[in-house]
């Protein structure tokens, strides 16, 4: 029943709101309860990317766009070795999700904050750590929401990002390329729930930064047999500037 439920706000119920805040609640606001089940099947890497991911004790991560927290899962008992985490959303329904997470796994070093991905800035002096799990795609100035990330690394520190995204028209050779089909009908398909699937994602990331660890690959979407959609693993530390 819940992912009945999930799948008629993902299809058919349309999203209102003044401000990127608002509409964000309007949709996940009525799933927050089911997301993390439902998503299993859709949001593919995300152990890719944690896995990928260089952690070492004392460090700080800010996990941007972080929804109900799914990210502390995949991190696993690694959390506990970080002086500090810092979930950042704007969804207040997502979030309280995230709280319960945050309190069943005993971690007292979690700070939530209802927040803005392109203007948060966490108290300190720096951090080392700051993953987008599929919600860059979610950002509408995802630009200014990587320039933040950036300037708040210390140097050094790593971005990580896994996230649904289409390829340029033309590509690097060792760069994956989707037909025109691909390029066209997966932005259209996920534009409806306010995901903009992005040629210029990968590009920005490689040139703004020196990768440690990169995957293009696809992955399938619930109920919907014979049906791969293309997604991304990035890891890499800023060039200084």
């Not at 439902?38 to 593919?44: G, M, S």
Request: aromatic share 12%; hydrophobic share 40%.
């Amino acid at each position: 029943m819940g992912n009945l439920k999930t799948l008629y706000h993902l299809l058919l119920n349309p999203v209102r709101g003044a401000s990127h805040a608002e509409r964000l609640e309007a949709f996940y606001g009525p799933q927050a309860s089911n997301y993390d089940n439902f998503r299993k099947r859709l949001l593919h890497g995300r152990e890719a990317l944690f896995e990928s991911l260089p952690v070492t004790p004392a460090q700080t991560w800010v996990d941007l766009g972080a929804g109900t927290g799914a990210s502390l899962d995949f991190m696993g008992a690694r959390c506990r070795d970080f002086a500090h985490i810092h979930l950042v959303d704007l969804s207040p329904s997502l979030l309280a999700v995230a709280g319960e997470r945050v309190a069943q796994r005993g971690l007292e070093n979690v700070t939530l904050h209802e927040a803005d991905a392109t203007t948060f800035v966490p108290e300190g002096e720096g951090v080392d750590l700051v993953t987008f799990s599929y919600s860059l795609t979610m950002i509408p100035d995802w630009f200014a929401a990587l320039e933040n990330a950036c300037r708040m690394l210390k140097p050094g520190g790593h971005i990580g990002i896994v996230d649904f995204y289409v390829s340029r028209k033309h590509v690097q050779e060792t760069e994956r390329h989707h037909s025109p089909f691909a390029r066209h009908f997966w932005p259209f398909w996920f534009a409806n729930d306010n995901v903009f699937l992005s040629p210029d994602h990968l590009p920005w990331l490689r040139h703004r930064c020196d990768e440690t660890h990169g995957e293009e690959s696809a992955g399938g979407l619930p109920y919907l047999p014979f049906t791969r959609v293309p997604y991304y693993v990035f890891v890499g530390s800023p060039r200084l500037r």
